[in-house]
Protein backbone atom coordinates (compact mmCIF):
# COMPACT_ATOMS: atom_id res chain seq x y z
CA UNK A 1 0.00 0.00 0.00
CA UNK A 2 1.57 3.45 -0.91
CA UNK A 3 0.32 6.35 1.44
CA UNK A 4 1.27 9.59 -1.01
CA UNK A 5 0.33 12.93 0.04
CA UNK A 6 -2.43 14.84 -2.06
CA UNK A 7 0.18 17.76 -2.42
CA UNK A 8 2.41 15.61 -3.70
CA UNK A 9 3.28 15.51 -7.65
CA UNK A 10 3.88 12.10 -8.63
CA UNK A 11 4.52 10.80 -12.26
CA UNK A 12 2.11 7.99 -13.37
CA UNK A 13 4.66 6.62 -14.72
CA UNK A 14 7.60 6.27 -11.69
CA UNK A 15 7.45 2.68 -10.19
CA UNK A 16 6.95 2.71 -6.34
CA UNK A 17 6.86 -0.45 -4.53
CA UNK A 18 4.72 -1.23 -1.73
CA UNK A 19 5.30 0.32 1.12
CA UNK A 20 6.71 3.74 -0.17
CA UNK A 21 5.46 7.00 1.59
CA UNK A 22 5.84 10.19 0.20
CA UNK A 23 5.54 13.66 2.09
CA UNK A 24 4.03 16.59 1.05
CA UNK A 25 5.24 18.78 -1.79
CA UNK A 26 7.28 16.08 -2.63
CA UNK A 27 8.28 15.85 -6.56
CA UNK A 28 8.87 12.61 -7.90
CA UNK A 29 9.61 12.27 -12.23
CA UNK A 30 8.51 9.55 -14.73
CA UNK A 31 11.31 7.69 -14.80
CA UNK A 32 11.91 6.86 -11.07
CA UNK A 33 12.25 3.75 -9.31
CA UNK A 34 11.49 3.54 -5.79
CA UNK A 35 11.95 0.41 -3.55
CA UNK A 36 9.20 -0.92 -0.86
CA UNK A 37 8.90 1.20 2.44
CA UNK A 38 11.20 3.91 1.48
CA UNK A 39 10.32 7.36 3.04
CA UNK A 40 10.09 10.60 0.80
CA UNK A 41 9.88 13.48 3.26
CA UNK A 42 8.75 16.60 2.43
CA UNK A 43 9.85 18.68 -0.24
CA UNK A 44 11.96 15.74 -1.78
CA UNK A 45 12.64 15.82 -5.48
CA UNK A 46 13.37 12.73 -7.35
CA UNK A 47 14.18 13.53 -10.61
CA UNK A 48 14.39 11.10 -13.83
CA UNK A 49 17.38 8.36 -14.24
CA UNK A 50 16.68 7.93 -10.09
CA UNK A 51 17.04 4.33 -8.60
CA UNK A 52 16.53 4.26 -5.13
CA UNK A 53 15.76 0.95 -2.92
CA UNK A 54 14.33 -0.42 -0.19
CA UNK A 55 14.04 0.77 3.62
CA UNK A 56 15.48 3.91 2.42
CA UNK A 57 15.36 7.17 4.20
CA UNK A 58 15.39 10.79 2.42
CA UNK A 59 14.27 14.00 4.56
CA UNK A 60 12.91 17.32 3.83
CA UNK A 61 14.07 19.57 0.97
CA UNK A 62 16.80 16.54 -0.56
CA UNK A 63 17.28 16.34 -4.60
CA UNK A 64 18.27 13.22 -5.87
CA UNK A 65 19.40 12.23 -9.50
CA UNK A 66 19.01 16.05 -10.71
CA UNK A 67 21.27 16.39 -14.00
CA UNK A 68 25.06 16.95 -13.58
CA UNK A 69 26.81 20.34 -12.80
CA UNK A 70 29.16 19.74 -16.19
CA UNK A 71 28.76 21.26 -19.03
CA UNK A 72 29.89 18.57 -21.21
CA UNK A 73 26.27 17.20 -20.57
CA UNK A 74 24.32 15.98 -23.78
CA UNK A 75 20.84 15.59 -22.12
CA UNK A 76 21.83 11.70 -22.45
CA UNK A 77 20.00 9.26 -20.05
CA UNK A 78 22.22 8.38 -17.24
CA UNK A 79 21.46 7.27 -13.61
CA UNK A 80 21.64 7.97 -10.29
CA UNK A 81 21.62 4.60 -7.60
CA UNK A 82 20.92 5.01 -3.77
CA UNK A 83 21.36 1.33 -1.99
CA UNK A 84 18.83 -0.20 0.78
CA UNK A 85 18.74 1.25 4.28
CA UNK A 86 20.71 4.42 3.46
CA UNK A 87 19.77 7.13 4.68
CA UNK A 88 19.72 10.87 3.38
CA UNK A 89 19.32 14.05 5.52
CA UNK A 90 17.85 17.59 4.94
CA UNK A 91 18.84 19.55 1.62
CA UNK A 92 21.26 16.63 0.30
CA UNK A 93 22.24 17.03 -3.41
CA UNK A 94 23.22 14.26 -5.50
CA UNK A 95 23.43 14.83 -8.85
CA UNK A 96 23.26 11.62 -12.00
CA UNK A 97 26.15 10.75 -14.10
CA UNK A 98 27.58 11.93 -17.25
CA UNK A 99 28.42 9.81 -20.57
CA UNK A 100 31.65 8.95 -18.71
CA UNK A 101 30.12 6.20 -16.71
CA UNK A 102 26.43 7.04 -17.82
CA UNK A 103 26.08 6.44 -13.10
CA UNK A 104 26.37 7.68 -9.64
CA UNK A 105 26.48 5.20 -7.25
CA UNK A 106 25.53 5.47 -3.38
CA UNK A 107 26.00 1.86 -1.78
CA UNK A 108 23.90 0.55 1.01
CA UNK A 109 23.88 1.29 4.75
CA UNK A 110 25.62 4.92 4.11
CA UNK A 111 24.74 7.97 5.86
CA UNK A 112 24.36 11.45 4.25
CA UNK A 113 24.24 14.10 6.74
CA UNK A 114 23.08 17.66 5.86
CA UNK A 115 23.92 19.73 3.21
CA UNK A 116 26.14 16.66 1.39
CA UNK A 117 26.38 16.93 -1.85
CA UNK A 118 27.81 13.75 -4.08
CA UNK A 119 28.38 14.96 -8.22
CA UNK A 120 28.41 13.21 -11.34
CA UNK A 121 30.23 9.56 -11.71
CA UNK A 122 30.87 9.19 -8.20
CA UNK A 123 30.55 6.30 -6.34
CA UNK A 124 29.94 6.05 -2.25
CA UNK A 125 31.08 2.48 -0.60
CA UNK A 126 28.45 0.42 1.75
CA UNK A 127 28.22 1.60 5.07
CA UNK A 128 30.04 5.33 4.38
CA UNK A 129 29.31 8.25 6.72
CA UNK A 130 29.39 11.35 5.27
CA UNK A 131 28.87 14.43 7.62
CA UNK A 132 27.35 17.49 7.79
CA UNK A 133 28.71 19.32 4.65
CA UNK A 134 30.71 17.15 2.91
CA UNK A 135 30.91 18.19 -0.82
CA UNK A 136 32.39 15.51 -3.16
CA UNK A 137 33.30 16.33 -6.68
CA UNK A 138 32.46 14.40 -10.08
CA UNK A 139 34.72 10.72 -10.43
CA UNK A 140 35.58 10.42 -6.58
CA UNK A 141 35.57 7.12 -5.25
CA UNK A 142 34.83 6.44 -1.66
CA UNK A 143 35.03 2.40 -0.79
CA UNK A 144 33.25 1.02 1.77
CA UNK A 145 33.73 2.31 5.64
CA UNK A 146 34.88 5.20 4.99
CA UNK A 147 34.10 8.25 7.33
CA UNK A 148 34.56 11.95 6.19
CA UNK A 149 34.16 14.65 8.61
CA UNK A 150 32.02 17.69 8.63
CA UNK A 151 32.73 20.70 5.72
CA UNK A 152 35.53 18.70 3.67
CA UNK A 153 35.90 18.96 0.12
CA UNK A 154 37.11 16.08 -2.08
CA UNK A 155 38.55 17.11 -5.09
CA UNK A 156 37.38 15.48 -8.89
CA UNK A 157 39.33 11.92 -9.25
CA UNK A 158 40.08 11.35 -6.09
CA UNK A 159 39.86 8.35 -4.03
CA UNK A 160 39.24 7.19 -0.50
CA UNK A 161 40.16 3.67 0.96
CA UNK A 162 38.13 1.73 2.72
CA UNK A 163 37.95 2.26 6.66
CA UNK A 164 39.52 5.35 6.34
CA UNK A 165 38.80 8.25 8.07
CA UNK A 166 39.34 11.99 7.46
CA UNK A 167 39.04 15.16 9.73
CA UNK A 168 36.28 17.23 9.06
CA UNK A 169 37.32 20.85 7.86
CA UNK A 170 40.24 19.71 5.38
CA UNK A 171 40.83 19.43 1.79
CA UNK A 172 41.13 16.08 0.60
CA UNK A 173 42.96 17.13 -2.97
CA UNK A 174 44.68 13.58 -3.55
CA UNK A 175 44.14 9.64 -2.49
CA UNK A 176 43.83 8.83 1.13
CA UNK A 177 44.74 5.16 1.79
CA UNK A 178 42.67 2.41 3.03
CA UNK A 179 42.67 2.50 6.78
CA UNK A 180 44.47 5.36 7.83
CA UNK A 181 43.08 8.38 10.07
CA UNK A 182 44.04 11.87 7.89
CA UNK A 183 43.98 15.32 8.98
CA UNK A 184 45.34 18.42 8.68
CA UNK A 185 46.69 20.98 6.32
CA UNK A 186 47.50 19.66 3.57
CA UNK A 187 46.21 16.32 4.74
CA UNK A 188 48.48 14.49 6.51
CA UNK A 189 48.79 10.56 7.47
CA UNK A 190 47.81 10.46 11.44
CA UNK A 191 47.83 6.91 11.95
CA UNK A 192 45.77 4.11 11.65
CA UNK A 193 41.94 3.93 12.35
CA UNK A 194 42.78 1.37 14.81
CA UNK A 195 39.45 2.14 17.26
CA UNK A 196 37.29 1.62 13.90
CA UNK A 197 39.22 -1.53 12.84
CA UNK A 198 38.65 -3.44 15.85
CA UNK A 199 34.97 -2.33 16.24
CA UNK A 200 34.23 -4.15 12.96
CA UNK A 201 36.93 -7.47 13.39
CA UNK A 202 40.28 -6.98 12.43
CA UNK A 203 42.81 -9.10 14.49
CA UNK A 204 45.63 -8.04 16.20
CA UNK A 205 47.93 -9.54 13.79
CA UNK A 206 45.98 -7.44 11.01
CA UNK A 207 46.20 -4.55 12.87
CA UNK A 208 49.98 -4.91 13.34
CA UNK A 209 50.95 -5.74 9.58
CA UNK A 210 48.92 -2.72 8.55
CA UNK A 211 51.01 -0.78 10.92
CA UNK A 212 54.37 -1.87 9.65
CA UNK A 213 53.08 -1.07 5.77
CA UNK A 214 52.16 2.40 6.62
CA UNK A 215 55.48 2.67 8.11
CA UNK A 216 57.23 1.82 5.18
CA UNK A 217 54.75 4.61 3.28
CA UNK A 218 54.94 7.63 5.58
CA UNK A 219 57.27 7.07 8.50
CA UNK A 220 60.72 5.73 7.08
CA UNK A 221 63.44 7.62 4.79
CA UNK A 222 61.76 6.05 1.86
CA UNK A 223 60.37 7.20 -1.11
CA UNK A 224 56.78 5.51 -2.75
CA UNK A 225 58.43 3.42 -5.08
CA UNK A 226 60.80 2.22 -2.36
CA UNK A 227 58.04 1.79 0.35
CA UNK A 228 56.49 -0.54 -2.65
CA UNK A 229 59.35 -2.55 -3.10
CA UNK A 230 59.92 -3.18 0.70
CA UNK A 231 56.18 -3.92 1.34
CA UNK A 232 56.27 -6.55 -1.70
CA UNK A 233 59.46 -8.21 -0.61
CA UNK A 234 58.25 -8.42 3.21
CA UNK A 235 54.61 -8.80 3.03
CA UNK A 236 53.31 -10.24 -0.25
CA UNK A 237 50.78 -12.73 -0.81
CA UNK A 238 48.11 -11.12 1.68
CA UNK A 239 44.93 -9.77 0.72
CA UNK A 240 45.42 -6.65 2.70
CA UNK A 241 48.87 -5.78 1.31
CA UNK A 242 47.21 -6.54 -2.56
CA UNK A 243 44.84 -3.91 -1.20
CA UNK A 244 46.81 -1.46 -0.51
CA UNK A 245 49.20 -1.88 -3.56
CA UNK A 246 46.47 -1.78 -5.86
CA UNK A 247 45.20 1.38 -3.86
CA UNK A 248 48.70 2.54 -4.38
CA UNK A 249 48.52 2.33 -8.06
CA UNK A 250 45.43 4.14 -9.17
CA UNK A 251 44.68 7.06 -10.86
CA UNK A 252 46.59 10.06 -10.79
CA UNK A 253 46.66 11.76 -7.94
CA UNK A 254 48.84 10.44 -5.72
CA UNK A 255 48.17 9.75 -2.14
CA UNK A 256 47.95 12.45 0.45
CA UNK A 257 51.37 13.68 2.40
CA UNK A 258 53.87 11.82 -0.17
Known amino acids: MLNIHPTAIVSPEAKLADGVTVGPFAMIEANVEIGENTYIGPQVCVYDGSRVGSNVKIYQSASIGHIPQDLKFGKEETFCYVGDNTTIHEFVTLHRGTKE ?62 HSMTGGGFRVVQNVPPYVMAAGEPLK ?38 AKEKIMAELSNDPITDEILEFLSRGNRGIMGK
Do not use: W
Not at 123 to 137: P, R, T
Open 189 to 226: YGGLNVIGLRRRGFKTEQIEKLKKIYTYIYTSNLNLSQ
Open 101 to 162: TCKTEIGKNVLLMAYTHVAHDSYIGDNCILANGVQIAGHVRIDEFAIIGGMTPVHQFCFVGR
